[in-house]
């Protein structure tokens, strides 16, 4: 049986011709990358999916080196396959900086390729050894590689891409696979190592080869998506101009019913602001609102959150904040507001603002209750002078 079992082996093997597999590989990460051009051509015209082609490419020439490598000069041979290996690596790490907006590292990528082939070049000459050259080539795919890894894990911060981490994953899983096939080279079978082929190691070669380029391919797409969503998303919920979050927003964060936590609602209107458009136009009048914005917000705490309700109305809601926690965060904001100089081409504005203060002491309030609570208070600052902050009264009893 044994026997049987290795003249079965013995003739997988005699059907397996490494140059056709790496041949089809190549086919199918041209094919697979060509998806990038189409989306790029149809759809985004984004330079960042253009340069996601380049790793495809490289592989495809990569693989073509292989089969066409009796027809070759000597020079070329192993060396030239590993130089446009490492060069689709490289190119994978400039596309993911490309893709986050970052500088271009095209030519550190370039002087770092070409020191490492002249040294290639100059121990082929001298009888190197394979496993050495292979540990050189493998450190420096693993390089550029990370690289790539780097560039989406340290993009989170921004963007909240769902697909992100997996593009992650699996560039790091790959960045491990080429770690240990090329320490690992004298132990391992072709194409994955120095020793005779073996079936099991071209199909792992295949399916590691063709899934990393499906998963690539669909997930940069899926981000690329993703980013265009999250931006529509934005416009969505932010008010263009100051970009602070604006009514709709605020209204879906209006529960009505309490949640047992203390909370505070800031009402603020800037006072005369008819006749800061009447007098020195509406672009200084937006130039108003913008200083108001930044002005409130430096003020506020990080867990505060700032609304523009249109015109000149904001509002600010104060989790976990007393009445009288809000009531003096409500007067350091209409001092610093009332310090502030806005600097237009007309010269130097001034400004104030009125706020109301209303509070739910226990969180029972519904926060539409305490709005109007705000609102009105509000409107018995402007009432009384403008320039000043008045704090609700809630009677618990007519409540």
């Known amino acids: 049986m044994a026997k049987e079992l290795n003249e079965a082996h013995a003739r997988v093997i005699a059907m397996i011709d490494i140059p056709t597999v790496v041949l089809w590989n190549g086919v199918a990460l041209a094919l697979t990358g060509a998806l990038f051009l189409l989306y790029w051509a149809w759809q985004t015209r984004s330079t960042d999916l253009f340069w996601w082609y380049l790793p495809f490419l490289f592989g495809l020439l990569a693989a073509f080196s292989v089969v066409l490598q009796p027809f070759l000069p000597a020079f070329w041979g192993a060396t030239g396959n590993a130089l446009l290996l490492v060069l689709a690596y490289g190119a994978l790490w400039q596309a993911s900086r490309v893709f986050h907006q ?221 009445c009288e926690m809000a009531r003096l965060a409500a007067e350091r904001i209409r001092k610093s507001v009332a310090e502030t100089v806005t600097l237009v081409r007309e010269g130097e504005v001034r400004f104030t603002i009125s706020i109301g203060v209303a509070a739910s002491e226990d969180g029972s309030r519904s926060r539409a209750a305490v709005m109007a609570d705000a609102d009105a208070a509000l409107y018995l600052a402007k009432k009384r002078g403008r320039n000043r902050v008045e704090v609700a009264v809630f009677d618990k009893v007519a409540a």
């Open 102 to 322: 970052r500088s271009s590292v095209v030519l550190p990528i370039v002087a770092i390729t070409a020191v490492w082939f002249l040294v290639s070049l100059l121990l082929a000459y001298s009888g190197r050894s394979a496993y050495i050259d292979g540990l050189l080539q493998g450190g420096l795919i693993c390089l550029f590689n990370c690289g790539a890894v780097y560039e989406f894990w340290r993009g989170r911060a921004g963007e909240k891409l769902p697909s992100r981490m997996a593009v992650v994953v699996i560039l790091a899983v790959n960045a491990l696979f080429q770690a240990g096939i090329h320490l690992f080279a004298p132990l391992l079978p072709a194409p994955l190592g120095l020793q005779e082929v073996a079936a099991w190691a071209v199909i792992t070669y295949n399916v590691e080869v063709l899934f990393l380029a499906l998963s690539i391919t669909m997930l940069v797409i899926s981000l690329s998506r993703e980013r265009v969503a999250e931006a529509y998303h934005q416009l969505a919920i932010h008010d263009p101009l100051t970009g602070l979050l604006n009514r709709l927003t605020f209204d879906s964060h209006l529960i009505e019913a309490g949640d047992g936590r203390p909370y505070a609602l800031l009402a603020i209107d800037i006072d005369h602001f008819k006749k800061v458009n009447d007098t020195f136009g509406h672009h200084v009048g937006d130039a108003v609102l913008v200083q108001a914005a930044r002005t409130i917000e430096q003020a506020l705490r990080r867990s505060d959150r700032l609304y523009r309700f249109g015109g000149e109305e904001f509002f600010c809601s104060l989790p976990g904040a007393s």
